[in-house]
């Protein structure tokens, strides 16, 4: 069976940030709960993410990804027809979500537990 080990992913960041919020969410549990909430919210629903071809969670979860996928091709498909020259590699193909993501990526064996 394959366990995340996502908790030491985020306690191991050694930014500036992370140490403040980490100072925010001790002061109690109320702010603890605050701040999570607002973090959470912020993260599915506005976060735009590389690893998802700058999707958000939310817009994938949902089952959004088709939509925002043909709305952000017909964009550029506007954008190659009005400046073919600035595509070097030809017409551009918009990609959706990708079909796993993964904090650390089990081994071959562990999906198949």
């Not at 919020?21 to 912020?42: H, K, Q």
């Not at 091709?73 to 400046?83: G, P, R, S, T």
Request: net charge neutral; hydrophobic share 45%; charged share 10%.
């Amino acid at each position: 069976m394959y366990t995340s080990n996502a908790v030491a992913f985020l306690t191991t960041a050694s930014s500036e940030g992370v140490r403040v919020v980490a100072d925010e969410c001790n002061a109690s549990i109320d702010a603890a709960r605050i701040w999570a909430r607002t973090f959470f919210a912020w993260y599915n629903t506005e976060h735009y993410h590389s690893g998802l071809n700058l999707l958000t969670p939310g817009s994938v979860h949902y089952g959004e990804v088709p939509a925002i996928q043909q709305h952000r091709q017909a964009i550029m498909l506007a954008a190659y027809a009005a400046h073919p020259a600035r595509f070097a590699h030809g017409q551009p193909v918009v990609k959706g979500a990708p079909t796993a993501v993964y904090i650390n990526p089990p081994k071959p064996a562990e999906i198949l537990a």
